[in-house]
């Protein structure tokens, strides 16, 4: 919590050194925003916009003697028919102007999402004041009550949305998609959008959030969702596996080793084969230690690990295809094929196949090589369950 106060502090700091009275705004005059959401209303021509804005009075005060009714935050939600219109709308209430350049998250509602989201983006790239270096989400239910799911732990909700995403993308079982990298996608001739999901979830007598996999686009309508494993086989191929635990049969198949990932890197060259068929050649170097085993196996040996290297490449091979597979049925190239044989075989992508890469798509071979390699076993040479006699 103190850390937050100390960021929110940082921050009403530089907005009065780098832009001194903004415009001949004072910062008296200005809510500062850390967080949108965006649903449905029941008008169907209009959205409900809510943001999350700083009570900076209430700040670290939270059990320490402050009103226990007042919040370092509050939620201000109102209507409009675009969200620039909603946006000022949300003046009347608040008094002040809202200022988004801290803002952390958007959050869009899975109904709106499926029913689009060009009209709903548009603001967001084209505002000066907007960072498109924002996560943007996908809420199971109203993202407006995402923004209100308060931990124990973070004062402000977005912020702990913000944390959360950071942090499950060290998982390497989300991707933590901007602004940027979503209208990357969306302009581009044949990636499809990809956004994490989140939901609501209940804890005791509280409400917490969870992520939880990925919401996959055709153009900018969401049409299907990857789990956490599918999501890590997409992560695999665009070389955005940062750590994460992986899980493998050991050679036996009495229990299982479980592997902290140390580093991977994942390369991906296209081919177009005499007669016409796309191949995708994907090479992953991994590099792994060994956390925890489940059986009495003697795992730390050369020749086990080898079989245990096996088992590895084999799981990154099967992760990479589930994705794949789920993508392929509805002709979503999440991995950005189409723009890599775009770039290596121009002519043949506009005379042949970017008019129905939707259907080719569903059609690419694979050839998936992965080099694993066990780096440590950390300091244990034996199981546990061994030296106990179990």
Not at 139 to 166: F, H, R, S
Not at 233 to 242: A, C, D, Q
Request: contains cysteine; proline residues 3%; glycine residues 6%.
């Amino acid at each position: 919590m103190k850390n937050t106060a100390v960021k929110i502090a940082t921050i009403l700091l530089m907005i009065t050194l780098l832009f001194g009275c903004l415009d001949g705004r004072e910062l008296s005059e200005l809510e500062i925003v850390i967080g949108i959401g965006i649903d449905s209303a029941d008008d169907p021509d209009s959205i409900k916009l809510t943001a999350q804005v700083v009570n900076v009075s209430q700040l670290g005060l939270s059990g320490s003697g402050g009103d226990p009714d007042s919040k370092p935050y509050w939620n201000a939600a109102t209507t409009g028919t675009t969200i620039f219109e909603a946006i000022r709308q949300i003046t009347h209430k608040t008094g002040n102007r809202l200022f988004v350049p801290h803002c952390e998250v958007v959050i869009y509602s899975k109904d709106v999402a499926k029913q689009g989201l060009y009209k709903h983006l548009d603001f967001f790239l084209r505002a000066i004041e907007m960072r498109l270096t924002s996560f943007i989400l996908i809420a199971e239910g109203k993202a407006g009550e995402v923004l209100d799911a308060k931990p124990q732990t973070e004062e402000l909700p977005a912020v702990n949305i913000y944390n959360l995403v950071k942090s499950y993308g060290f998982t390497s079982h989300l991707y933590d998609v901007t602004l940027k990298e979503f209208s990357s996608r969306l302009i581009s001739e044949a990636t499809a959008p990809v956004a994490p999901l989140i939901k609501v979830v209940q804890e005791g007598e509280n409400k917490d959030v969870q992520v939880m996999g990925l919401a996959v686009f055709k153009e900018d309508k969401m049409i299907d969702e990857l789990n956490m494993d599918e999501t890590r086989g997409l992560l695999w191929v665009i070389n955005e596996v940062k750590s994460g635990v992986l899980i493998v049969p050991t050679p036996e198949e009495s229990g299982v080793a479980v592997f902290e990932i140390e580093t991977a890197k994942g390369k991906v060259k296209p081919e177009i084969t005499d007669d016409g068929k796309i191949i995708m050649h994907i090479d992953i170097k991994l590099q792994a230690n060994l956390s925890e085993q489940t059986t009495a196996e003697k795992l730390a040996r050369p020749e086990i690990f080898e079989k245990l290297q096996d088992n590895m490449s084999e799981v990154v091979v099967q992760e990479i295809m589930s994705a794949y597979e789920k993508s392929s049925k509805t002709g979503s190239d999440i991995f950005g094929f189409g723009d890599m044989i775009h770039k290596k075989y121009n002519k043949k992508w506009h005379e042949q196949l970017e008019e129905d890469w939707e259907e080719i798509y569903k059609t690419i071979e694979f050839d998936i090589k992965v080099d694993s390699k066990i780096t440590k076993t950390n300091l244990l040479k034996n199981p546990v369950t061994q030296k106990l006699g179990g």
